[in-house]
């Protein structure tokens, strides 16, 4: 159940920053470790990693690139689970059109106006995005 998950995450964690210390200048690393992050619910530790991985030469010269689309998303979405709503739509400027873009601009909108009082209702609406798990 539940603990399991959590141990696999733990595991998970331990493993992509052991992997990212041995690449310290490889953004697919730190991409592992945001997912990892962002399935265990530590949403400040994905939107951290995520700026780091950014920061990594090959993905600051190719934002379009897969790997930095994944991190703009898990990044997003934890902003999102996080309720920085402005912080989330400068992200979402970012992603290239298609179905994650699609369900995050459903989520910003519903989180625009009195409905951001109801975070619950957020939280249960960004549960429902597609998630993206290539590796897990």
């Known amino acids: 159940g539940r603990e399991h998950r959590s141990a696999y995450h733990n595991i998970a964690i331990i493993a992509y920053k052991g992997a990212a210390a041995l690449d310290p200048s490889g953004p697919l690393p730190l991409s592992n470790l945001l997912a990892a992050y962002f399935e265990a619910g530590s949403y400040r530790d994905s939107v951290e990693t995520a700026k780091e ?80 798990r290539p590796s897990m």
């Open 53 to 132: 991985a950014l920061k990594k030469q090959r993905l600051a010269a190719d934002t379009q690139s897969t790997t930095a689309q994944k991190l703009f998303i898990r990044s997003a979405k934890s902003l999102l689970h996080l309720a920085l709503i402005d912080e989330a739509k400068e992200l979402v400027d970012r992603i290239l059109p298609g179905k994650e873009l699609d369900g995050l601009l459903r989520a910003l909108q519903d989180a625009a106006g009195p409905r951001l009082a109801r975070i619950p209702e957020l939280r249960e609406k960004l549960l429902r995005l597609p998630r993206l």
